[in-house]
T-cell receptor, first 113, second 118 residues
Framework: AQSVAQPEDQVNVAEGNPLTVKCTYS??????LFWYVQYPNRGLQFLLK??????LVKGSYGFEAEFNKSQTSFHLKKPSALVSDSALYFC???????????FGGGTRVLVKP | GAVVSQHPSWVICKSGTSVKIECRSL??????MFWYRQFPKQSLMLMAT?????????EQGVEKDKFLINHASLTLSTLTVTSAHPEDSSFYIC??????????????FGSGTRLTVV
């Protein structure tokens, strides 16, 4: 079985401050990890993924995430948040040899001016 | 990049009628597409895996006779909600990945369909 946990339902941050959205996973074997962002009444937009290689992954719109195998985490980060980053963020995992994404519950990010 | 088009964006239908939602991969072929359902303020729940030229694989608890999936070509999958009822009201999202790339290529999502059954 595979699962993803996003422990925070909502994260509030002031514009210009660092943004972190937490994600931990549970999967047998090697995990493949993804972050997506969703704006109201829209589908999901891909931000970044970890398949193999460097633990620090850089993605779209200035986001990055660090794969930490010992802590089974894949936290999403942005050094300086923008108001336009306010959205719903999903972490997802897929196990090796699988093809089904399992999503976390989502974290709503609110960036205040 | 890969683009997935989903249509319609929103639909309102009467209870007891059927609604068809289309998911098209515009610039790539997809042997596999996925259909999700999302309740308000909740995560995405995988409903089924749509396989080109064969029957869809449904997740546990999803009624295959109610949610009919057809994947007749490498660029089109359809989800038909049959005999819709108010409890079927939800946000439905499809996703696909380019043929042969699997998850490594990343999954592209459609923009979603808001279904309201009255």
């Amino acid at each position: 079985a595979q699962s993803v946990a996003q422990p925070e339902d909502q994260v509030n941050v002031a514009e210009g401050n660092p943004l972190t959205v937490k994600c931990t996973y549970s999967v047998s074997g090697n995990p493949y990890l993804f972050w997506y962002v969703q704006y109201p009444n829209r589908g999901l937009q891909f931000l970044l993924k970890y398949i193999t290689g460097d633990n620090l992954v850089k993605g779209s719109y200035g986001f990055e995430a660090e794969f930490n195998k010992s802590q089974t985490s894949f936290h999403l980060k942005k050094p300086s948040a923008l108001v336009s980053d306010s959205a719903l963020y999903f972490c997802a995992v897929i196990k090796a040899a699988g093809n089904k994404l399992t999503f976390g519950g989502g974290t709503r990010v609110l960036v205040k001016p | 990049g890969a683009v997935v088009s989903q249509h319609p964006s929103w639909v309102i239908c009467k209870s007891g009628t059927s609604v068809k939602i289309e998911c098209r991969s515009l610039d790539f072929q997809a042997t596999t597409m996925f259909w999700y359902r999302q309740f308000p303020k909740q995560s995405l729940m995988l409903m089924a895996t749509s396989n080109e030229g064969s029957k869809a694989t449904y997740e546990q608890g999803v009624e295959k006779d109610k949610f009919l999936i057809n994947h007749a070509s490498l660029t089109l999958s359809t989800l038909t909600v049959t005999s819709a009822h108010p409890e079927d009201s939800s946000f439905y999202i499809c996703s696909a990945t380019p043929r042969g790339q699997g998850f490594v290529g990343g999954y592209t999502f459609g923009s979603g369909t808001r279904l309201t059954v009255v």
